[in-house]
């Protein structure tokens, strides 16, 4: 029988999700496996790695299960990942540790002292502003702790090469997650020897560097058992889900912007070759040797929106909340919202940011704070991809992704924010897609990754209202004084 089917598996922070797809790019079955966070103090985030490898395990054998397709009709499988956890592993590669994920904020002094010493010294050269976020930062705060795995380990991975580890007993890293860590040259396409000094570990520790289209060795044929798929299915590795969102949607050329808004958010462009900024606003991660993705994260997305409808006790659904807005003109009537409610990465890069209203008056009602935090978060991208923009030129299109895309107000916001056509994949998947993508590249199935623009099924696309950008571009002067004044606070 014709293999025809390709898998794509995404490492989250809230999940881990398994997605087979036809070679045109349609979904033809899901599963997910929630991934619990704990948070043994103020600030730490930790996730367990055991737990997440067999949530990797049971995502692929239930969407493979879901599909009905024979272990011979998988073509191949790809990883994406979630970017910036750590944890220490002994000489078996066996944990020390828990995973310190990307929300984890104990090194929060080592951020600070890093970027005031070192910051733009390492950002040059690394692509990664100095933040809590970082494994460099982490690692930092683990030595001058004396954080006993830290003392233990024979290794420090990240949770995307502790699955790769379990399953092909190689230890491994893309270009892409390797960039995340803070610890890679994106000049020499290498770990850099003065970070790791800094932080107090060798290369040796670390996995070695490979591109996203690195085909792995075979697949321990025990978890092949468990996953109920051949051993002998290729893998390819892959890369960090911000890469493959891009690749994913089909933001790949110039012009073209990726725009994720989930629970966080970011706003992404590939680019030839390494670019920083001067301001530190933008990060710059290396997909392949050719290219790099430059672009912003930010901490605050929809949890914006949660937070807001879990404080005003809205029992309808996530839908019926942010149609409330429908009824207020863009501005919510002279009321600012600055979304720094979890901190912040891009563009103030400050984790003790703090969210603001502003403007209020007696006569706003809840309508307008839907909308106003609709607009806030919808202001903070904007703000992100003019940074973007000084780097890259400015945009063309807009490709969305992410739990916001499924609201027709906000899409509409965002396209009369931009005043750019948006544009709206039919599946929600696209890292995942991404990743069977390079998969299929480093197979040589297909010529090319500018090959997927014709495989990725995209709706009508979000035509912007004239008027309403040329009143949001008004709004936003007052937005960002607003955020440059209030941010000498924080």
């Known amino acids: 029988m ?5 898998i794509g598996v995404d490492i989250g922070t809230t999940s881990v999700k398994a997605v087979v797809f036809n070679l045109n790019g349609s979904v033809i079955a899901e599963a997910e496996k929630l991934i619990p966070s704990d948070y043994p103090e103020q600030g730490w985030v930790e996730q367990n790695p055991i737990e997440i490898e067999q949530f990797s395990v049971q995502a692929v054998k239930a969407a493979v299960e879901k599909a009905g397709i024979q272990k011979d009709e998988i073509t191949a499988v790809g990883f994406s990942s979630a970017m910036h ?19 984890d904020g104990r090194s929060l002094e080592q951020a600070e002292q890093l970027k005031k010493e070192k910051g733009y010294e390492i950002y040059s050269k690394t692509g990664l502003p100095n933040h809590p976020m970082s494994p460099l930062s982490k690692l930092l705060w683990m030595k001058e702790t004396e954080y006993e795995p830290y003392v233990q380990a024979n290794y420090f991975l990240s949770i995307k090469e502790y699955v790769l580890l379990k399953w092909f007993n190689q230890r491994v890293i893309d270009y892409s997650m390797a960039a995340a860590s803070g610890l890679f040259n994106a000049k020499t396409l290498d770990w850099d020897e003065d970070i790791l000094n800094l932080v107090g570990i060798k290369s040796e520790q670390l996995s070695k560097v490979v591109p996203p289209t690195e085909i792995l060795p075979q697949i321990n044929k025990e ?5 109920g798929i051949s051993h002998d299915v290729p893998f390819v590795i892959g890369a960090a889900d911000g890469q493959l969102a891009n690749l994913g949607i089909g933001a790949i050329s110039k012009g073209e912007v990726a725009l994720t808004a989930g629970t966080s958010g970011a706003i992404r462009q590939f680019t030839k070759g390494f670019q920083v900024s001067g301001s530190q606003e ?9 290219y790099s993705i430059v672009g912003g994260p930010t901490n605050n997305g929809g949890i914006a929106l949660q937070w807001l409808k879990d404080l005003l006790n809205y029992e309808g659904s996530f839908d019926e909340f942010t149609a409330e807005a429908e009824s207020v003109a863009p501005g919510a009537e002279g009321m600012l919202f600055l979304p720094y409610i979890n901190g912040e990465r891009a563009p103030l890069w ?7 209203f502003y403007g209020m008056t007696v006569t706003h009602k809840k309508e307008h704070f839907v909308r106003a935090v609709l607009e ?6 904007y703000q992100i991809g003019q940074a973007l923009e000084k780097l890259a030129g400015e945009p063309e299109k807009i490709y969305v992704n992410g739990g916001l895309s499924r609201s027709p107000l906000w899409l509409q916001i965002l396209a009369d924010m931009f005043g750019k056509e948006v544009y709206v994949s039919e599946s929600h998947h696209s890292a995942a897609w991404g990743a069977a993508w390079t998969a299929l590249v480093g197979l040589k199935k297909v010529e090319s990754f500018e090959e997927i623009k014709r495989n990725i099924p995209m709706g009508a696309p979000i ?4 008027k309403n950008h040329e009143k949001y571009a008004s709004i936003y002067q007052k937005y960002e004084r607003l955020a440059k004044d209030i941010a000498k606070y924080f």
């Open 2 to 6: 014709a293999k025809e089917f390709v």
């Open 85 to 103: 956890s750590l944890l220490c592993v002994d000489e078996k590669g066996e944990p020390l540790s828990q995973a310190l994920i990307w929300a």
């Open 223 to 227: 978890v092949a058992e468990r996953m």
């Open 282 to 290: 933008t990060f710059c991660y290396t997909f392949t040797d050719e």
């Open 350 to 356: 400050n984790q003790q940011a703090k969210g603001n």
């Open 376 to 381: 806030g978060i919808t202001f903070n991208l």
């Open 463 to 466: 035509v912007p209202n004239e």
